[in-house]
């Protein structure tokens, strides 16, 4: 499947700066998207399960996955109110994925905060209110609407129409009780009929800090300690320096090693980002073979091997036969696919098996 990821935030906050250094991009941290379109990039995923597999298997092309960032320059709430182009990068917004709310927690006086000092509690509750808001004019719209079908319908036409006014009525009430839709306990049948509204805060939300060089030690700490209040498992913070995160984009990946190394960072903030975001989507990687191809997927966890096949081509999912399977780390321990094949770890698999994460996969099928 293919992500895509939108990044909001309040103003001077960092989101632009963030938006950079996820798809090593250019675009001008200094103005705002309000008046224009919205700051849109795509950046390739650097599994590096992905390179560990090139080397064993040699093949003439390596595809990664591939993330699309949309960065919203505009605030939430003045998008909704607004008319024209407000109305499109809401609607752009509203068909992301999954969601990043860039919290400021640096200082610098140069660029004063917007709300005149940094509270990270309060601009985080504030996003969230926004979002909230963009839900709630959403639901009253539809309930509006709702109450003019029902005039005119028929007996039989009234239950449907019923349904769903049940249905947002306790989605909205649950707004008002400052509870995100992510955190609301739908059932899945309610879950699946409030999909195609794409209600903001019922995607899955990462928060992250934009901190300071200065406060890099204390990033593991500030993180254990948002978490504790915000983390949920749609919901969860990582602390991050941007402006170092984009300096360290526009290295080459030797230097860049070197530049983390020395400010003790194990992995980039981009490798970060993807990583947690893809825990909050519920997704997992596959990797196919074929045509001297080596490519890597994402799916849903729990997606069952003619549905992963169809992600490749429709004609894959119809005509499945079988797929041919083994795990990442046994082929990395066999060291070829001959040799995985002679111990007996590339095994067959049929229209039930799960996909499961760093799966090769090789797909039979026939149409």
């Not at 996003?127 to 609407?145: H, K, Q, T, V």
């Not at 306990?185 to 409030?194: F, M, N, R, S, V």
């Amino acid at each position: 499947m293919n992500i895509e990821i939108g990044i909001i935030g309040l103003p001077q906050s960092g989101r632009t700066t963030f938006f950079n250094a996820l798809t090593r991009g250019e675009a001008d941290t200094a103005k705002h998207t309000q008046a224009g379109a919205a700051h849109v990039g795509v950046a390739s995923f650097a599994d590096p399960r992905l390179d560990t597999l090139t080397d064993i298997l040699k093949p003439n092309k390596t595809i990664p996955i591939t993330v699309s960032y949309v960065d919203i320059g505009a605030s939430v709430k003045g998008l909704v109110e607004g008319k024209g182009i407000g109305g499109q990068l809401l609607a752009q917004l509203s068909k992301v994925d999954a969601l990043i709310n860039v919290v400021r927690e640096f200082q610098n006086d140069s660029i004063p905060h917007s709300e005149g000092s940094l509270d990270v509690a309060r601009d985080i509750a504030a996003m969230n209110l926004e979002m909230a808001f963009s839900d709630l004019i959403i639901i009253e719209r539809r309930l509006g609407r709702i109450e003019e079908s029902l005039k005119g319908a028929k007996p039989a036409e009234r239950q449907p129409f019923l349904h769903e006014k049940e249905l947002l009525a306790k989605v909205k009430t649950g707004l008002e009780e400052e509870v995100p839709i992510r955190e609301q306990e739908l059932t899945g049948e309610e879950i699946k009929a409030i999909n195609n509204f794409q209600f903001l805060t019922a995607k899955p939300l990462l928060i992250v800090v934009n901190i300071g060089e200065d406060r890099l030690p204390e990033a593991e700490t500030l993180e254990t300690e948002l978490n504790a209040t915000y983390a949920r498992p749609k919901c969860r913070v990582v602390a991050l320096c941007g402006k170092l995160e984009m300096e360290l984009s526009q290295l080459d990946s030797e230097t860049a090693a070197t530049w983390q190394a020395e400010f003790g960072l194990t992995e980039s903030g981009f490798a970060r980002i993807i990583r947690v975001s893809y825990e909050l989507l519920g997704l997992v990687s596959f990797f196919t073979i074929a045509s001297a191809e080596v490519r890597a997927w994402s799916v849903p966890s729990g997606t069952v091997a003619p549905v992963a096949a169809g992600k490749i081509h429709s004609d894959m999912e119809r005509g499945f036969i079988r797929a041919e399977v083994i795990s990442f780390n046994d082929l990395v321990k066999c060291g070829s696919l001959a040799e995985a094949r002679k111990r007996g770890l590339l095994r067959t698999e049929g229209k039930s098996y799960t996909v499961q994460d760093g799966d090769v996969i090789t797909f039979l099928f026939s149409i």
